[in-house]
């Protein structure tokens, strides 16, 4: 089992205080000020936008003294991109029994693909209900039992077997209980099914198991991004879907079918995949395909004793650019919180790192493209990483900060994973703070940030993000904090509001990067390893390179 989060945030470990940099809320505000603004057009990868936001951010780095981090010695590395956007259905059809079931895209149903071609056809294939569709054999669970479904559409549902299991269901705590895996995340299923040889895959929305409404599940806007397969990889499904609950639960009593009985089967490790019998799912549609190249941002600061090993801080700098005007006739989605913040931080990080003692090991600093389509930058650079995986000691990921004013306390996402949450305590009781762990771990923000890209692979990460629940406010206390977590993503994240304020108050935000930096100096300059917890889903992954580092 990991180690409880009370254990790891219990009494501060006291180590040599290391100098703290002054990082100030007016060179926070600065920056997002700029790269928020209209002439950056919401920061789309593959656009305009894009050419802007990168020469800036190169301009930023260069001029700061940085050397360039990317492959060749480049400031960029290229990252290649399938964008597609789906046009309409000329069929949309679902028949159970000979009989049509009504269905419409936008109320009922999100489709979109990410394969590279202009149509998706499927015709009159068959339905398969596959519980929450997981494969995980250390955890002693499949839920697939060797069914073919090739040529089929297979219907899942979202998070874990356990989220809403009860005291005594066989599945209660075999994933972590009320805390998302990576099996529960979306992107798992759509990756699952492929692997599973699916034609389809639909994923049942409901609020609670998804940590979002269908506003956010069955937006279209802007289309969807994917990274070309890798060799050996399985071609994407040709549909990925949401469809509602609502019509679910018509899907499925059309079939015979209760699904809420059947959500209850699923919780257990002897459930079956069950035919959805006299269902068939049609739909062909256009898809608008293009290959386009995006680009994340490298710079670094090489090391005087150990340049072979590395700290990588990172945050994406790609928002949602231009969209369906609001109801005050706006169209740019700006990401000033999310994640101009965070790029704000990593370049104050690099600022102080610079102005600061060479370290011994080489400090990365890595600004990701296409987070917000699927930690796809990230994800390129894991898997064609510039500085070996094996040594690089940790990666330190912001994504999104708190703009109320200082803290008590710092929220920490995924509690329980890995050593680095001891240096972050101990950090934060220099400033006179504590750790408080996420909030809401069902919604599994340990898992949609670009630092999992690296974990995933082994490498420890710690991240900053402060929507992960309120923090606790010098000013109003936790209350306060919920507050401002609750304003946030209920009315501007990834919405035309998440703009720049002279009325933020970055305090609060500009504490959470000194804490970044006090642990990425001292790990810099020391032989030190962080390691994942016994039980850790990625100690197994990061143990077979353990020859690698002295």
Sequence with gaps: MKTPAALLLATPLLWAAAPAPTITPAELSATVKTISSDAYQGRAPGTEGEKKTIDYLVGRFRALGLQPGGPGGQWTQAVPMIHNIAGTPST??????????????????????????????IENAPMVFVGYGVSAPERGWDDFKGVDLHGKVAVFLVNDPDFEAQPGE?????????????????????????????????????????????????????????????????????????????????LFAKAGLDLAQLKVKARSADFRPVPLDGARF????????????????????????HPDESILYGAHWDAYGVGA?????????????????GVAGVLALAKAFKAGPQPDRTIVFGLWTAEERGLLGSEYYAQNPVYPLAKTVGALTIDILQTAGPARDVVLIGAGQDSLEKDLAEAAAKQGRTVTP????????????????????????????????????????????????????AH??????????????????????????????????????????????????????ASERR
């Design 92 to 121: 949309l059809k679902v028949e159970v029994g000979g009989a049509s079931l009504p269905i419409a895209t936008g109320s009922d149903i999100a489709p979109a693909t990410t394969r590279a071609t202009d149509r998706v056809a």
């Design 170 to 250: 066989p599945a209660a705590g075999k994933f972590g209980g009320k805390a998302m895996t990576y099996y529960g995340r979306w992107t798992y299923k759509y990756e699952e099914a492929a692997r599973q040889g699916a034609i389809g895959a639909l994923l049942i929305h409901e609020d609670g198991p998804a940590g979002y409404g269908w506003n956010v599940a069955g937006n279209t806007v802007g289309g969807t991004y994917a990274l070309p397969p890798a060799p050996g990889a399985p071609t994407p499904v040709a549909l990925q879907a949401w469809i509602s609950h609502g019509f679910a639960t018509k």
């Design 282 to 305: 049609s739909i062909d549609m256009p898809v608008q395909s293009t290959r386009i190249e995006s680009h994340n941002v490298l710079a670094k600061i090489p090391g005087k004793a």
């Design 325 to 341: 005007p609001d109801a005050q006739g706006r169209t740019i989605r700006p990401g000033a919180n999310d994640d101009g913040l």
């Design 438 to 489: 996420d909030a809401k771990p069902e919604r599994g923000l340990f898992y949609r940030a670009d630092h999992f890209s690296l974990a995933k692979r082994g490498v420890p990460t710690l991240l900053l993000m402060g929507a992960g629940g309120g923090a606790d406010l010098v000013k109003g206390g936790r209350e306060a904090g919920d507050k401002w977590v609750s304003d946030y993503t």
């Design 492 to 545: 501007c994240y990834h919405q035309t509001c998440d703009t720049w304020s002279a009325d933020w108050d970055l305090r609060g935000a500009a504490q959470d990067v000194t804490l970044f930096y006090t642990i990425g100096r001292r790990l810099a300059d020391s032989r030190e390893w962080p390691v994942w917890n016994t039980g850790s889903e990625f100690a197994a992954i990061r143990g077979k390179t």
